[in-house]
């Protein structure tokens, strides 16, 4: 499965992104898919998941009512729906895939896209 995240850029603080990440490779609708991101000095953190379905959602406690995750199973894609940004979301965005997982450790994920810039200027 090859992943292909964009829509990162520069944002002021209050604003609103939407990332997507498309795949290709797969069976896409199997695959329960997250986002994580990556601030410079800082471990890789989750954000958000979505199952394969797109039925079930979990949050990282710092995003909840301001991210939203979602899929077109359709379109092969994941979307990430983000207001309300604050300067501490300034990060590298991952989109990752886990065949039949739901899951918010990073080491569950097997597939992992390029990774797309989001900084928020305060």
């Known amino acids: 499965v090859q992943l292909q995240a964009s829509g990162g850029g520069l944002v002021q603080a209050g604003g609103s992104l939407r990332l997507s990440c498309a795949a290709s490779g797969g069976t896409f609708s199997t695959y329960g898919m997250g986002w994580f991101r990556q601030a410079p000095g800082k471990e890789r953190e989750f954000v958000a998941t979505i199952s394969w379905s797109g039925s079930s959602t979990d949050y990282a406690d710092s995003v909840k009512g301001r991210f939203t995750i979602s899929r077109d199973n359709a379109k092969n894609t994941v979307y990430l729906q983000m207001n309300s940004l604050k300067p501490e979301d300034t990060a590298v965005y991952y989109c990752?895939?886990?065949?039949?997982?739901?899951?918010?450790?990073?080491?569950?994920?097997?597939?992992w896209g390029q990774g797309t810039q989001v900084t928020v200027s305060s």
């Open positions: 990752a895939a886990a065949y039949r997982q739901i899951a918010t450790n990073d080491e569950m994920y097997k597939y």
